[in-house]
Antibody, heavy 116, light 112 residues
Framework: EVQLLESGGGLVQPGGSLRLSCAASGFTFGSYAMTWVRQGPGKGLEWVSTIYDTTHKTAYADSVKGRFTISRDNSKNTLYLQMNSLRAEDTAVYYC?????????WGRGTLVTVSS | DIVMTQTPLSLSVNPGQPASISCKSSESLLHSDGKTYLYWYLQKPGQPPQLLLYEVSSRFSGVPDRFSGSGSGTDFTLKISRVEAEDVGVYYCLQSLQFPRTFGPGTKVDIK
């Protein structure tokens, strides 16, 4: 069974940083692209970033480009999202998602709140 | 960026009745590989989204056959043949043809 467990969310002041992690199990992590999708309070889904499996090629939404960095450690079956220069509008539940175009499985998400 | 629109934005359905949601993209989602990169998700209350249909009309594992998808190019439709109580939630379409990936605004479905 595929499991994706996010961690690292919390309350942070504007301009601060957080690092999200996603521990994956139940599939061959290194063979899949992985994605972060976020959902602001009461809002719809927003794609944030994708990292490919072997090339580690990355893509970012314009809203986070230059501030967020996606990475992965295939030896630890773990996906990361380093978030810097956080803004109030980054407040959201962040979902770890298996896949680069077909999002088969989603974690339960971790809440990031950016507020002073 | 490809813009995704959905209609209606909300839908109230009697149990056992059919329901239909439209999704339109600002550009064709047909790739040169012959696949159309259009997906449907359902987010039930308090849960993460779950994949229903991929590449327009293929049902994901475990998805009941009352869910079906159709369309091509820029116009797509999700149909539920007989709505059940467990189908309530917000339905999203997604295009994965190009970056940035973009979701539709969502269609909230509830039971009358």
């Amino acid at each position: 069974e595929v499991q994706l467990l996010e961690s690292g969310g919390g309350l942070v002041q504007p301009g601060g940083s957080l690092r999200l992690s996603c521990a994956a199990s139940g599939f061959t992590f290194g063979s899949y692209a992985m994605t972060w999708v976020r959902q602001g309070p009461g809002k719809g889904l927003e794609w944030v970033s994708t990292i490919y499996d072997t090339t580690h090629k990355t893509a970012y939404a314009d809203s986070v480009k230059g501030r967020f960095t996606i990475s992965r450690d295939n030896s630890k079956n773990t996906l990361y999202l380093q978030m810097n220069s956080l803004r109030a509008e980054d407040t959201a539940v962040y979902y770890c998602v298996k896949g680069g175009w077909r999002y088969d499985n989603w974690g339960r998400g971790t809440l990031v709140t950016v507020s002073s | 960026d490809i813009v995704m629109t959905q209609t209606p934005l909300s839908l109230s359905v009697n149990p056992g009745q059919p329901a239909s949601i439209s999704c339109k993209s600002s550009e064709s989602l047909l790739h040169s590989d012959g696949k159309t990169y259009l997906y449907w998700y359902l987010q039930k209350p308090g849960q993460p989204p779950q994949l229903l249909l991929y590449e327009v009309s293929s049902r994901f594992s475990g998805v009941p056959d009352r869910f079906s998808g159709s369309g091509s190019g820029t116009d797509f439709t999700l149909k539920i043949s007989r709505v059940e109580a467990e189908d309530v939630g917000v339905y999203y379409c997604l295009q994965s043809l190009q970056f940035p990936r973009t979701f539709g605004p969502g269609t909230k479905v509830d039971i009358k």
